[in-house]
Nanobody, 114 residues
Framework: QVQLVESGGGLVQAGGSLRLSCAASGIIFSPVAMGWYRQPPGEQRELVAHITSGGNTNYADSVKGRFTISRDGAKNTVYLQMNSLKPEDTAVYYC????????WGQGTQVTVSS
């Protein structure tokens, strides 16, 4: 039973900041990475950022320099610090744990107003 609990979403003005958190629990087989994805209205889900078990990170070009992914292994938690938010960042954001199977969080809405 794997569970991902997300928090930190909300509504902010353009230029503002939010920090998303995702706490994982349960048994995860062959873990590879944790990450964040997002799905804007009417569009497909896309990668935002990944962090591997070895600490390597990668980012979508659209968020590079503005977003930072990090993890706390002792707490089994991954974070996404989002700065300089833009209206085009508006989407449902999903946490994921990637291993033999991929487990998804429930999603949290991030809305950036102009």
């Amino acid at each position: 039973q794997v569970q991902l609990v997300e928090s930190g979403g909300g509504l902010v003005q353009a230029g503002g900041s939010l920090r998303l958190s995702c706490a994982a629990s349960g048994i995860i087989f062959s873990p590879v990475a944790m990450g964040w994805y997002r799905q804007p209205p009417g569009e497909q889900r896309e990668l935002v950022a990944h962090i591997t078990s070895g600490g390597n990170t990668n980012y979508a070009d659209s968020v590079k320099g503005r977003f930072t992914i990090s993890r706390d292994g002792a707490k089994n938690t991954v974070y996404l610090q989002m700065n300089s938010l833009k209206p085009e960042d508006t989407a449902v954001y999903y946490c994921a744990v990637i291993g033999a199977r991929t487990h998804w969080g429930q999603g949290t809405q991030v809305t950036v107003s102009s």
